[in-house]
């Protein structure tokens, strides 16, 4: 992956977040991000690079799963528009302090607005 920070058109100041992330319990926040060729949203903590397909709102860990299983050609992040169509409670949780985890995973390729 490359290490421009992609926004997909996204409110630059702001991240998603569905809960905290039962691996890293309390320090870890599961984030909302978008799947560069499928567009499908998936969840993933940053701390432990574990994701999801649906988040684990029940703290349970069925299947562990890396970003790169679920998004192979990497991530952007999604626009508030993206994440109000989950239907989920989602969190707003400030980019600077997630993006120094999230620059290299990032994909360099989708247009940066």
Request: with cysteine; proline share 8%; net charge negative.
């Amino acid at each position: 992956m490359g290490s421009s920070l992609s926004t997909n058109g996204s409110d630059k100041q702001w991240l998603y977040s569905a809960c905290d992330c039962p691996v890293c319990f309390d320090s870890g926040a599961v984030l909302l991000l978008r799947a560069s060729s499928s567009g499908r949203m998936i969840f993933f903590c940053p701390l432990c690079g574990v994701a999801w397909r649906e988040p684990p709102l029940d703290r349970r860990i069925d299947e562990i799963l890396s970003l790169e299983d679920l998004a192979p050609n990497g991530v952007t992040l999604p626009t508030a528009s993206e994440a109000l169509t989950t239907g989920l409670d989602l969190t707003t949780v400030p980019l600077k302090v997630w993006v120094r985890f999230l620059e290299d995973l990032l994909d360099p390729r989708s247009p940066a607005e």
